[in-house]
């Protein structure tokens, strides 16, 4: 009766020594690079100084590319709704890996952005796309027209960018 377990036992272990090298060295997790909060409050930072140079008073939304909020900044005057509207815009840009001034006639007749909360397709939305990795996205909202969030949002990233290039993301 113990012979039995034996051969069992006996015939995993051979079984498990098959297995192919490819298989057996294939990592089980992905590195992801991911912004600093110092890094998205550079970003922030730059978009509300360009903004400020418009004229205009903002709010500017960093966020990972989880979509989860990495720094939020509202200037004095900046009314609150711009706060959730900027979040929408960062998301939006993020998930489609495309600026959203791109973006806005895309979706008409048959090909509708389907409802859903967070996703808003109004310029002032860009993503974070270094080296082909998406980092996150960056939304402003607040300026009188989208071109000049999206203004404010690309200086924001323009501030980080050679860093994060020579760093390779």
């Given at each position: 009766?113990?012979?039995?377990?034996?051969?069992?036992?006996?015939?995993?272990?051979?079984s498990?020594?098959?297995?192919?090298?490819?298989?057996?060295?294939?990592?089980?997790?992905?590195n992801?690079?991911?912004?600093?909060?110092?890094t998205?409050?550079?970003?922030?930072?730059?978009?509300?100084?360009q903004?400020?140079?418009?004229?205009?008073?903002?709010?500017?939304?960093?966020?990972?590319?989880?979509?989860?909020?990495?720094?939020?900044?509202?200037?004095?005057?900046?009314?609150?709704?711009?706060?959730?509207?900027?979040?929408?815009?960062?998301?939006?840009?993020?998930?489609?890996?495309?600026?959203?001034?791109?973006?806005?006639?895309r979706?008409?007749?048959?090909?509708?952005?389907?409802?859903?909360?967070?996703?808003?397709?109004?310029?002032?939305g860009?993503?974070?796309?270094?080296?082909?990795?998406?980092?996150?996205?960056?939304?402003?909202?607040?300026?009188?027209?989208?071109?000049?969030?999206?203004?404010?949002?690309?200086?924001?990233?323009?501030?980080?960018?050679?860093d994060?290039?020579?760093?390779?993301?």
């Amino acid at each position: 009766m113990l012979r039995h377990p034996l051969k069992l036992a006996t015939a995993v272990l051979l079984s498990a020594s098959l297995i192919p090298a490819a298989q057996a060295s294939e990592s089980l997790t992905v590195n992801i690079k991911r912004l600093t909060m110092d890094t998205a409050l550079r970003i922030a930072q730059a978009a509300i100084a360009q903004c400020r140079k418009e004229g205009v008073q903002i709010a500017v939304t960093v966020i990972d590319r989880g979509g989860h909020v990495q720094a939020v900044l509202r200037d004095t005057l900046a009314m609150d709704i711009t706060v959730p509207i900027s979040k929408q815009k960062a998301h939006t840009a993020m998930a489609f890996n495309s600026p959203l001034s791109q973006m806005e006639g895309r979706f008409k007749g048959a090909y509708q952005v389907p409802k859903m909360d967070g996703l808003m397709v109004s310029a002032g939305g860009i993503p974070i796309n270094i080296g082909g990795t998406i980092l996150g996205g960056i939304g402003v909202s607040g300026a009188p027209s989208g071109v000049t969030d999206e203004k404010c949002a690309t200086a924001g990233l323009d501030a980080v960018r050679t860093d994060l290039e020579m760093e390779g993301a």
